[in-house]
T-cell receptor
Framework: GNSVTQMEGPVTLSEEAFLTINCTYT??????LFWYVQYPGEGLQLLLK?????DKGSNKGFEATYRKETTSFHLEKGSVQVSDSAVYFC????????????FGTGTKLQVIP | EAGVTQFPSHSVIEKGQTVTLRCDPI?????LYWYRRVMGKEIKFLLH????????ESGMPNNRFLAERTGGTYSTLKVQPAELEDSGVYFC??????????????FGPGTRLTVL
């Protein structure tokens, strides 16, 4: 089956620190990979995605590269801000866009001034 | 254009009661999905509608959960009777019919259900 494993949280960083949230996956087939973010009091938002190996997804200073050889999709940001405090979910979807999304457990990030 | 909306945003009920959650997808989206996140764990798929038909309901936990999408527009998810372990956040998502790898599912804000 399909599964996503991401690092346990919570993660607490000081403002301007470097962020890495690890994510690895197993999938039957060739997945598309996603990072979703949930800010406090809000719904899930797509942060970035990559649909094939070696693609790099990027948005709002966040980046993640689709590594097929290591089945990973780690999220990185060079300098976090307080406004980045949220829960981050790594996810995958196999085959067509109508298929269900498989999520990881989520990693809560808290950025302190 | 309005996004996916869900109602209510919060619901607190007692064990044994019935609760109905509603989801309004983005207009024109034939695909509608329900997911839930229980106890801070991963977000899990419940079911998928294509228009009014259930395409995949493999994630529905048991027969206390009933989902409907009459007319292929909004959807309801009823829990009857509710149990303590049903507490969590229920998300709805919708997507159009393009089916390509770049097709995106748009998520609603979720309904937080607390069963006491």
């Amino acid at each position: 089956g399909n599964s996503v494993t991401q690092m346990e949280g919570p993660v607490t960083l000081s403002e301007e620190a470097f962020l890495t949230i690890n994510c690895t996956y197993t999938a039957t087939g060739y997945p598309s990979l996603f990072w979703y973010v949930q800010y406090p009091g809000e719904g899930l938002q797509l942060l970035l995605k990559a649909t094939k190996a070696d693609d790099k997804g990027s948005n709002k200073g966040f980046e993640a590269t689709y590594r097929k050889e290591t089945t990973s999709f780690h999220l990185e940001k060079g300098s976090v801000q307080v406004s980045d405090s949220a829960v981050y979910f790594c996810a995958l979807r196999v085959a067509g866009g109508y298929q269900k999304v498989t999520f990881g457990t989520g990693t809560k990030l808290q950025v302190i001034p | 254009e309005a996004g996916v909306t869900q109602f209510p945003s919060h619901s607190v009920i007692e064990k044994g009661q019935t609760v109905t959650l509603r989801c309004d997808p983005i207009s024109g989206h034939d695909n509608l999905y329900w997911y839930r996140r229980v106890m801070g764990k991963e977000i899990k798929f419940l079911l998928h509608f294509v228009k009014e038909s259930k395409q995949d309901e493999s994630g529905m936990p048991n027969n206390r959960f009933l989902a409907e999408r009459t007319g292929g527009t909004y959807s309801t998810l009823k829990v009857q009777p509710a149990e303590l372990e049903d507490s969590g956040v229920y998300f709805c998502a919708s997507s159009d019919t393009s089916g390509g790898r770049n097709n995106e599912q748009f998520f609603g804000p979720g309904t937080r259900l607390t069963v006491l």
